[in-house]
C-alpha cells in the first residue's frame, strides 16, 4: 500500500524530472540512466534520502514488454523520516553500464564493485571498479543467468 508520503515522493519527482521518472510495477521508481545523477542529488539534497544501503543487480535474460532491457540496477534508499525509496534502472542488453553514484552515496562504492564483479553491469564514473569478491583475472560474472552455459559447456 502506497503511502502519502510516497505520494509525494513520486509527485516530486514527476514534477523535477517528467521525462526522467516514472513509477515502477513493484515499488518504487523507475528512473532513466542517462538522469541517474541528477535524479540522485535531488533526491538526496531535496528530499533527505541519505542513506543508500544497498545497490543490487538482476539480470532478465529474455526480454518482455515489462523488461526489455537484459539488466537492471536496484537502489535501495532510506531518509530519516518517510519511508524507503527504492530505483530502478535498465541497463543495455550487450553493454550494460550505468553511471556511478559514488560521488552521490559514497556508500555504493562497495556495491557497485561486487555488481560489476558478480553480474557484469560497469559503473561508467566509479573511482575504483575492479573485482572485490572474485580474483582479477577471473572470467565472467557468475551471477549472470547465462553464465555456467558460457564458461562450462
Do not use: C
Not at 58 to 69: L, S
Not at 115 to 144: C, K, Q, S, V, Y
Request: proline share 8%.
Amino acid at each position: 500500500m502506497e503511502t502519502q508520503a510516497m505520494t509525494d515522493v513520486l509527485t516530486s519527482l514527476k514534477e523535477r524530472f517528467p521525462d526522467a521518472v516514472e513509477p515502477s510495477e513493484y515499488a518504487g521508481v523507475v528512473v532513466a540512466p542517462a538522469r541517474l545523477l541528477e535524479v540522485a542529488t535531488f533526491l538526496r539534497d531535496e528530499l533527505g534520502y541519505r542513506h543508500l544501503s544497498l545497490v543490487s543487480g538482476v539480470d532478465y535474460p529474455q526480454p518482455t514488454a515489462r523488461f526489455p532491457a537484459r539488466f537492471e540496477v536496484v537502489y535501495h534508499l532510506f531518509r530519516e523520516s518517510g519511508g524507503p525509496l527504492t530505483l530502478h534502472v535498465h541497463a543495455d542488453r550487450d553493454d550494460p553500464v550505468v553511471p556511478s553514484v559514488v560521488s552521490v552515496w559514497p556508500a555504493a562504492n562497495v556495491h557497485e564493485r561486487e555488481t560489476w564483479d558478480l553480474m557484469g553491469i560497469r559503473f561508467a564514473g566509479h573511482p575504483n571498479l575492479r573485482r572485490i569478491l572474485l580474483w582479477e583475472g577471473f572470467e565472467g560474472h557468475p551471477l549472470r543467468k547465462d553464465w555456467h552455459e558460457v564458461y562450462y559447456e
